[in-house]
């Protein structure tokens, strides 16, 4: 195997593929990139075993092949080197050089058919979404995925595709998300899958305009983003019965500017408890405190807003790290929460919903310390 590429467009490329090299394996060939010269372009690809990445870069051929280059040396080299012509080659003993106009450097690589090989896509469903629209699908659910190992259903993003667009649900436990879209075709495909964090995450960063082919297998996904292919195995487990806990009766209704709230439990928070993070918020007509006590510290916080509220008096707790996830995660400028009782579950959205945009989150409160 033997081809030249720009200096940058390999940098780039090497930087992006190691999102899914790992940085310990007992499988040595995981760290490399699977690397193959073609007429016009080189394809680059790496693994995780839970993502893969694959990326195409335009290339001189010389000799058509395939090599499993160490991905951190090459990557280290490139990062070193000032914008110059980059020739790879690998021979037969599977000694690569790396040849510039400033020199030679060579390694050794693995033979590339231990690399793992990318699953059959040719049976799986496929249609396109807008890449804006499902970063934003992406944006405002992956947030509540749970980091809970031993609860794997609940560490991706449902998906529930229809004709007419598609459901997100996540949640830790603790808080719970419910976005949904109607403004696009899924051609004619229905059905659910669970898709891993790490996958949405990467993928977030890669779609920006035009969109994005996905296909859907078996136990599979793939997403086709411009030169780009991102693939995942989906968690092959059952979603919990998330439309059971979104309650139908809360009645107690509070409007506020997003910032002003968000701000407030910013700053309350730092003078609660390091361990609970607890804070209340204290309602009565129209008027709303957030409060926080620190026995152990001696210390205190107290701040008020300006609220439109409807209902009977009520204080209640939430952690603060999950009520400043909920609220930020709320698009426009005012938020509309819906409360019950003290230890029930609320429901937060924007007052004035977005077209063709159903989001719905829920937030379980802690028990305030007497």
């Known amino acids: 195997m033997k081809f030249s590429t720009s200096k940058t467009e390999l940098q780039q490329a090497l930087q992006k593929l190691s999102k899914a090299t790992p940085t310990r394996s007992t499988l040595p060939i995981l760290g490399c990139v699977f690397v193959e010269s073609r007429e016009e372009s080189a394809i680059l690809r790496t693994t995780d075993l839970e993502i893969t990445i694959q990326t195409e870069i335009p290339a001189s051929l010389e000799e058509a092949g395939a090599a499993a280059i160490p991905l951190k ?36 690589t693995k033979p590339p058919d231990e690399f793992p090989a990318v699953p059959n896509t040719q049976e799986a469903k496929k249609f396109e979404i807008p890449a804006e629209l499902f970063k934003s699908v992406i944006d405002a659910s992956s947030f509540a995925v749970s980091r809970d190992e031993l609860k794997p259903a609940l560490t991706g993003v449902l998906f529930k595709f229809n004709e007419q667009g598609l ?35 990467f993928l977030s960063t890669q779609l920006s305009s035009g969109n994005t082919e996905l296909l859907i297998g078996e136990n599979h996904l793939t997403a086709r983003v411009k030169n780009d292919m991102v693939l995942t195995r989906v968690i092959d487990e059952r979603f919990p019965d998330y439309e059971s806990v979104i309650p139908k009766d809360n009645n107690k209704i509070l409007i506020t500017e997003k910032d002003a709230l968000l701000g407030a439990v910013r700053r309350v928070a730092i003078f609660s408890n390091k361990s609970t993070h607890q804070v209340a918020l204290n309602l009565e007509t129209n008027k709303c405190s957030i409060t926080t006590e620190d026995p152990e510290k001696a210390s205190s916080a107290n701040e008020h807003i300006a609220v439109e509220y409807e209902g009977d008096e009520l204080t209640i707790g939430y952690n603060a790290d999950y009520l400043k996830d909920i609220v930020s995660h709320v698009s426009g400028d005012r938020v509309e929460i819906k409360f019950n009782t003290s230890i029930s579950a609320a429901l937060f959205s924007s007052e004035l919903p977005e077209k063709h945009i159903d989001c719905l989150m829920l937030l379980m409160p802690i028990r305030l310390n007497d």
């Open 73 to 108: 040396t090459l990557l280290d080299i490139t990062n070193e080197l000032p914008e110059t012509r980059v020739s790879i080659s690998v021979d037969e003993k599977n000694k690569a050089a790396i040849i510039t106009d400033f020199g030679q450097y060579d390694l050794m």
């Open 167 to 201: 459901t997100a649900v996540a949640t830790d436990g603790h808080s719970l998300v419910k976005y949904s879209r109607n403004d696009f075709s899924t051609n004619g495909y229905s059905g659910d899958i669970i898709v891993p964090r790490k996958f949405l995450t």
